[in-house]
């Protein structure tokens, strides 16, 4: 059987990834103490695999309004530096903003596409990626640039959500969104939230890259939010991959998929409040 789904065009892919952070970059930054609680253990794991440390030069790619940015840039210390790319100018100057407040004068923020990173060779200690890597089109590419850079015997460090069954505050949509769509299931390779979540599947692909001594460890990440509406306003702000996703469907019909995503969401509402599955994979190699 012949599938009419048109080829993965990884140049539109990124060109429209682009356009959504830039987007979404204000939302993104605004949901900043959400993210905190809910990836501050993950993030925190990955600074202690890393060995991350006063004095040392660190590369955050894909940096976001750099919520993690400002908690590596902590542990550094005003002898060490870390330098904050991404693909989207709007969301940067957030994260600038945001060192800024903070008082930090260690952070650089530079306009980046993590497959390209203009970047000399042996430069920093640890190159991080949170929640990064999985979107872009040729991770391999961007693992071997990361590896370029990173001194001899530097780490990398990434997070990547787990598989499906695991984080279904956010499979849920991205089924349901793909269900009305008429989207197939995504190709080996292609990116997406859930491509490097299976087992040993982020190994591999540091170990291609030319990594050694990889360690993975998964983390418990579950999203607490007042309500599945919370969830919903926050995904629906915040997401790029599902307002990508959604663009298959008409626009008169999206409203009622964000109703059906409100309800299946709701089966993780208690007297607690909303508490959304989630499983983060971290995972750090050394060059």
């Given at each position: 059987m012949t599938s009419n789904a048109p080829a993965f065009d990884p140049n539109k892919y990124k060109t429209t990834?682009?356009?959504q952070w830039q987007t979404a970059a204000e939302a993104w930054d605004r949901w900043g103490p959400t993210l905190n609680k809910w990836l501050g253990a993950a993030t925190d794991t990955m600074l202690d695999m890393a060995g991350i440390e006063s004095?040392?030069?660190?590369?955050?790619?894909?940096?976001?309004?750099?919520?993690?940015?400002?908690?590596?840039?902590?542990?550094?210390?005003?002898?060490?530096?870390i330098l904050a790319t991404d693909i989207s100018p709007n969301i940067l100057m957030f994260a600038e903003n945001a060192a800024i407040r903070a008082g930090l004068k260690n952070v650089k923020t530079q306009v980046m596409d993590g497959e390209n990173l203009e970047l000399p060779d042996n430069t920093f200690d640890a190159v991080l990626s949170r929640v990064g890597l999985i979107y872009f089109p040729d991770q391999q590419r961007a693992l071997t640039g990361m590896k370029r850079v990173l001194k001899p015997g530097g780490r990398v460090g990434a997070i990547t959500y787990s598989t499906p069954d695991k984080n279904e505050f956010f499979s849920v949509p991205v089924s349901i969104i793909r269900q009305r769509a008429n989207l197939p299931p995504p190709l080996p390779g292609q990116p997406g939230p859930f491509s490097l979540g299976g087992r040993g599947v982020l190994e591999a692909a540091l170990n291609k890259a030319g990594f050694r001594d990889i360690r993975v460890q998964l983390v418990s990440s579950p999203l607490r939010l007042a309500s599945a509406e919370e969830c919903v306003r926050f995904e629906r702000e915040?997401?790029?991959?599902?307002?990508?996703?959604?663009?298959?469907?008409?626009?008169?019909?999206?409203?009622?998929?964000?109703?059906?995503?409100?309800q299946k969401l709701r089966s993780f509402e208690s007297a607690e409040g909303f508490i959304g599955p989630c499983e983060m994979v971290v995972a750090i190699g050394i060059k």
């Open positions: 990834t682009r356009e004095g040392q030069h660190v590369l955050d790619v894909a940096a976001g309004a750099g919520e993690q940015t400002i908690v590596t840039a902590r542990r550094l210390g005003p002898t060490g530096s915040s997401f790029g991959a599902l307002h990508q996703m959604l663009a298959g469907v008409p626009e008169s019909e999206r409203p009622s998929v964000w109703d059906e995503i409100l």
